[in-house]
């Protein structure tokens, strides 16, 4: 079974007319309507039950599960329970039905005997609203109402949210009961047009005043060629290509671009007064960076889900608030950091110690937290306690590695259970860490090995350096092209690296980058390590605490991989597989078996030139901030004694500096003459960015000079 229209065409229609004998039963409804415009959806996962009477559908919060209930019941002319109306609990479907059509009415019999059907909506919000044993004695109820038979047709039809269909997979194996699964499918590319197009005609109809989403109407061919570049625009933030074919790449991007409420922000997009021009605009614009676009995808979503909320728990609980309390902020309820921290506690399973909001009323609290339940449960962003997609998975995680606001308001730190970050963790981590005056992202050292793991998934190409660690006393910073390797033109996020504590840990995997450290490095793993192409390590001592090395050579003359160390300390009887002639060299006087065979003799890592002069310059750059004046500045005193200190190159570069009049003092400040400094091909940025190539090294050789006056 590949598609919801192809069950529904497979499945027995109706062949009888019910009649309602009670209309105030609203739980049941004999003419369920689809919406307008409706887009059959894929299914996966099919696992037909032998003789099974009863098919389970399990989906996502807003996938569109109660939209396929409508249009499944609507083309069979089958009654549609709403289960979340209804009073779930012992008989509660059997006794429902009897309430609605009378006890006359032969329905039971037809639907025993297979010759009508029914779809069952909402299982989930009724098991939060019933409670778990109300719940079981309702699913118990539709096992007695679907005996197992020959056939391979179901025709009792359950729509749910993960969590609960496991419950529901649970009482039938139990039971002992035959039951089919399957789930809805992300949508295919050609169904992703027309699902835009539909979602646009309900909100024509319901928003009037929109006079958008009428024009987007009426210029078909405009708004088609607007959602083309927006895909466009979102899959090569997803894959990193700007060249990507959005049809062709579909498989790898569905799970973001062909989930709907995703294509419901996409469609608010290409609802604008002028298609033509915003073509223009957005193609004259160029790609953005995967960051912007995803956060503000990612907020539309959050954005969206709190104005449902407000529009139907707010009001409800304003009637209810006592009259000497007073519920400040409550256009803050159920905001985007609140669902953060919510998702946060439900992903990585982490308890919640202050609920939010803050300013909520005591007397509402109880009922705040059964629907704030209710709304998280079927939130678009998790599947049960999954992330529907990578994209959500890792906002969720970077909030809880790195969000203060939302890592307050738990009993431990969340930060401890995240783990297996995706290609979009170091993106959102740039964005979500507090920021140093410099605006700079801070991020504690031991998030350093994920924030490598994540930047190894999202560049691609061939590069020898995708990224820069340098660390020198205090001072540390990890460096990420930001981009794809083969670009000339790279930019790069910088992240300022705290709470250093001596033996910078890196995991499993390491290539394509430099890593300079006054200090130490780990190199850990449950396995090999795997070490390549294009590394370059310089420390004070090396801390091997793994069973094997695993070198992956490249071609560079000067060696593959490149390792200076003080001291090699190696904590387990390693073993070392490199298969290439030179894919390792090892610098330094080292006298361990299995490192022999790529031991050569060289200075030690304190006589390098190059990283060590670089790190100097950059600890003092660093605290400029541009205040008021024409140059960015820093008071004498801070950068004298907190900074240089007794450091004998930070004096010298500083002495260099003033006598090139790329510093001045004045007033108990230095300032930095950065148009000085544009005279040698660099800004301030340039410098901070972590990459010592072109200009910044002929800015170094400058100051290593006796006179660079």
């Known amino acids: 079974m590949q598609t919801l229209r192809e069950l529904a065409d497979t499945s027995v229609p109706s062949a009888k007319i019910y009649g309602k004998v009670d209309a105030s039963v609203s739980a049941l409804d004999l003419s369920p309507c689809p919406p307008v415009g409706y887009v ?31 249009a499944l019941a609507s083309h069979l002319s089958w009654p549609l329970v ?18 609605a059509l009378g006890l006359e009415s032969t329905f039971l019999q037809d639907l025993i005997a297979g010759r009508t059907g029914i779809v069952i909506d909402a299982l989930d919000e009724a098991h939060l609203k019933a409670g ?9 109820n539709i096992q007695k109402m679907s005996p197992g038979g020959d056939r391979d047709r179901p025709n009792i039809i359950l729509f749910s949210r993960p969590d609960t269909a496991d419950l529901v997979k649970l009482i039938f194996e139990e039971g002992g009961q035959p039951l089919s699964l399957c789930g809805i499918d992300f949508l295919s590319y050609a169904q992703a047009s027309p699902f835009v197009r539909a979602h646009m005609e309900r909100q024509a109809s319901a928003l009037p005043n929109r006079k958008e989403y009428k024009v987007a109407l009426a210029f078909a061919e405009a ?13 090569n933030a997803l894959l990193n290509d700007s060249n990507v074919d959005v049809e062709k790449n579909w498989p790898q991007i569905r799970s973001f671009l062909g989930y709907a409420p995703v294509l419901t922000v996409l469609a ?3 609802a604008v007064p002028n298609p033509h021009a915003d073509h223009e605009r957005v193609e004259l614009a160029g790609v953005g960076h995967s960051r912007e676009i995803l956060l503000e995808i990612v907020d539309r979503i959050l954005k969206r889900e709190q104005g449902k909320f407000r529009d139907q728990v707010v009001a409800k609980l304003i009637a209810h608030v006592p009259a000497e309390e007073d519920w400040r902020l409550r256009e803050l309820a159920y905001s985007p950091t609140e669902q953060a921290i919510r998702l946060i506690s439900k992903h990585l399973d982490v308890d919640i110690s202050v609920h939010p909001p803050a300013s909520l009323p005591n007397a509402i609290r109880s009922e705040y937290e059964r629907h704030a339940s209710q709304f998280m449960a079927d939130h678009p962003f998790l599947a049960g306690t999954n992330a529907v997609n990578g994209v959500f998975a890792d906002f969720v995680r970077a909030k809880a590695a790195v969000d203060q606001d939302c890592r307050v308001s738990f009993e431990s730190d969340p930060s401890k259970k995240v783990s297996a970050p995706g290609s979009f963790f170091y993106q959102f981590v740039h964005e979500f860490a507090r920021h140093d005056d410099s605006r700079r ?40 092209v930001d981009g794809i390797s083969s670009v000339v033109s790279q930019s790069s996020v910088t992240f300022e690296i705290v709470e250093l504590s001596g033996l910078l840990p890196i995991h499993d995997t390491l290539s394509r980058g430099i890593v300079y450290t006054d200090s130490g490095i780990h190199i850990k793993g449950k396995d090999k390590f795997l070490l390549g192409p294009c590394v370059t390590m310089y420390c004070h001592e090396l801390v091997v605490d793994v069973e094997g090395i695993s070198v992956d050579g490249s071609t560079r003359p000067q060696g593959d991989n490149l390792i200076f160390a003080d001291e090699i300390v190696v904590t387990n009887n390693v073993t070392i597989d490199a298969r290439k002639p030179q894919a390792l060299r090892i610098f330094g006087d080292h006298n361990w078996p299995t490192l022999l065979a790529y031991v050569e003799k060289m200075p030690s890592v304190k006589d390098v030139i190059g990283y060590p002069n670089y ?25 004298d004694q907190q900074v240089i200190k007794s450091n004998a190159r930070r004096i010298k570069y500083r002495s260099k500096l003033l006598g090139m009049g790329v510093l001045l003092t004045e007033n108990h400040h230095y300032y930095l003459r950065t148009d000085r400094l544009a005279e040698h091909g660099l800004s301030l940025a340039k410098v901070l960015d972590g990459q010592i190539e072109g200009p910044v090294r002929r800015f170094l050789s400058l100051l290593e000079q006796e006179n660079s006056s």
């Open 40 to 70: 059959w959806p894929n299914l996966r996962d099919w696992q037909p039950g032998q003789g099974a009477r009863v098919l389970l559908v399990e989906a996502a919060g807003a996938v569109g599960k109660s939209a396929a209930a409508l």
């Open 82 to 99: 709403n289960s979340a109306r209804a009073q779930v609990g012992s008989y509660s479907l059997s006794g429902l039905i009897y309430d």
């Open 132 to 140: 778990t044993t109300n719940f079981e004695a309702f699913v118990e």
């Open 223 to 235: 708004s088609e060629k607007l959602l083309r570049l927006r895909m466009h625009e979102v899959a």
């Open 268 to 270: 608010e997009y290409i």
């Open 441 to 480: 992202p801070q991020v504690q050292e031991y998030l350093v090995p994920m924030l490598l793991a994540s930047h190894s998934q999202s560049v691609m190409g061939t590069g020898d350096c995708n990224f820069t660690y340098g660390q020198s006393g205090e001072d540390a910073f990890l460096s990420l």
């Open 615 to 639: 790190m100097d310059l950059r600890a003092i750059l660093k605290y400029f901030r541009q205040g008021v004046g024409d140059w960015p500045s820093v008071f004498n005193e801070k950068l």
